[in-house]
């Protein structure tokens, strides 16, 4: 086989798409055999799709890469491909029709060179700002690789000079041995196209090193598609950032006096080019202010990797037959077990403003501002995860090109909804964002107000967006024979917060006098409510359904009738009239849901927040079956009274 194609890819599948199109309109010799290997580095999007599509129109084979990364994508590429040539490439680039051909052709010819690069030209996607165009040599508003018209020689002492996007390196390179690094470069939550990635710099300086000659190709070019977020401040900042960290990475940093985890002549380089860029921003010109901006960030990526490569490594595991190691004393961290959180208790009773206005002085660096996210729930409850959506919600709206992965008990439920790019179930690392509520308790605000503080966003009037649900055809059948009006009762919340269930006596009462006028379904994990003790219209599908399942049968639901669990959530995204029993649990301000009725017991010691209740939940029994059945009647059109008295509701 002449010549292999590889090109990995990560939920890029419009992208790609575009570049599969280019590939096809190659102009090859007569009897060429080649083959185009596409790595999907657990795509979430319909990458999948795009393939199949091509699979009849050029030699497509399909290769997928759970190890996520693009050295690891890479190396799968080139030990799955065939040809004496392999051809490297990206999934947002425009090949040139002549672009193979020609890096072939250069092969052949020049039989002692080893890797070959050509040219990476840039094809923005919008008008770029003035002060992006007046600086090309800070940023990539410059051809990103164009050495000339004339060909050239490389050797050791050159330099890297070529990026994957249009790299083509001899099988026997990779059989020797020289595989890409897989601790630097890109992972697929920011990876982007259109930079020379440390992964293709360190492999060609080994390469160099070790007597290797590269030679450039000007007639083999590519056209890069360089969106229009890649033209703001901010990619600049994250672009010089994350080439700081490399620089630590690959030992370029010099390590002397150290503050605070990092050399002291970086901090000196970030104060110096952050007020030189504060002075300069707005009335000086772009070159000054622009310079002292990609320096200050380059700094700032430096220190943070230094920090975080003096963080303590995991402890190993011993081998069989040894015995374990003594664990260490447990020590309190004065700073991150004391100081950070009083600090934080006092900014949430202070409002909005002073919690995000102290965490993240500057405007433009809140978190929601970054070209990716990976966002975990504070506890790993249905309605806790569900809080997440509207702040990823309002995340995309206001930053549509951030890249968010949610980390979920329940990723084949929250896959595929619009609001998330990736899930993931295992441990989230350091730079997860969690999603809390619990600085203050009782919290000061509604729940999901606090969580979107987390990440720099004031949340007013929150709501749950519409899920994307697959139910089973069995349930879909069921509900809809049933007649209307249906009500969906979920008597349990989960197992951890019993505080929160109202006693059993009472839901069968409620539920009998519910099912002899209207038809009753419940749910929820296990089913509690015997049938034969209720009677009436009575069904029960608790137990043996799927979260899609759950959220179908709620979404369908005339009235839904429960505790302030996962169910109350899926009611809010469906904007379905939920009619439920806080008892003194919480309160129902922790939620500011305009499709909940609450039923709120105000005892002396609600909301309490507690696991076990040394009152024998008063707060749950002072709430009556008649009551709940009276004001259901009340949400159903079916009485005209006035509402229940003081003692027992809230509204």
Known sequence: MDFSIVICTYNHADALERTLLGIFGL????????????????????????????????????LREERQGRSHALNAGVAAARGGLVLLTDDDVDVAPGWAATMVAAAQAHDDADFFGGKVLSRWQGQPPGWFMENPDMIHSKPLVDLGEAPQRFASGDGPLFIGAN??????????GFTFHDGMGPKPEGEEGGRADPVELEWQQRLLDAGHEGMYVPGAFVYHRDPRWQMTEQYVREWYMESGRDRVKQGEVPRGREWLGAPQYLWRELVNNGLKYLCNRWLGPSRTWLAAECQMSLAWGSILECRASR?????????????????????????????????????????????????????????????????????????????????????????????????????????????????????????????????????????ISLMGECVGIDMRFPRIPPLQVKPSDQVKSLIESLPRPLLVVQPLATGRTTNKNWPLPYWKECVRSLAAEFHVVEVGNEPVLPAEEIGGRFTSVSGGTTLHDLAYVISQADLFIGPSSGGMHLANAYDVPALIIFGGYESPEGYDYDNV????????????????????????????????????????????APRAGADAARV
Not at 46 to 60: D, F, K
Not at 167 to 176: D, K, T
């Open 167 to 176: 790299l083509a390196v001899r099988m026997s390179v990779f059989e020797a």
């Open 27 to 62: 102009s090859l010799p007569a009897g060429c055999e080649w083959e185009l290997i596409l790595v999907d580095n657990c795509c979430t999007d319909h990458t999948v799709e795009v393939c199949q599509r091509y699979e009849a129109l050029i030699p497509l084979r399909y």
């Open 597 to 640: 009725h609450p039923l709120y017991s105000p005892v002396v010691c609600a909301p309490c927040w507690r696991q076990t209740c040394p009152y024998d939940l008063k707060c749950l029994h002072a709430i009556k079956p008649a009551t709940v059945v009276a004001q259901a009647l009340r949400m159903l059109g079916k009485s005209p």
């Open 311 to 447: 963080r303590p490594a995991e402890p190993q595991k011993p081998e069989s037959g040894e015995a374990p190691p003594l664990s260490p004393a447990p020590r309190v961290r004065w700073r991150k077990d004391l100081l950070e959180p009083w600090i934080n208790r006092q900014l949430v009773r202070m409002g909005p403003g002073a919690f995000i206005g102290f965490h993240w002085p500057w405007p433009t660096h809140k978190p929601y501002m970054r070209r990716a996210l990976t966002i975990q729930a504070l506890g790993d409850g249905l309605g806790d995860e569900l809080m997440c959506l509207p702040i990823i919600e309002e995340i995309k709206r206001r930053n549509p090109r951030c890249r968010i992965r949610f980390v979920t008990r329940r990723p084949e439920f929250f896959r595929g909804q619009p609001q998330v790019d990736d899930v993931a179930k295992e441990k989230p690392g350091r730079r997860v964002v969690k999603l809390v509520y619990n600085s203050v308790i009782p919290p000061p605000r509604p729940l």
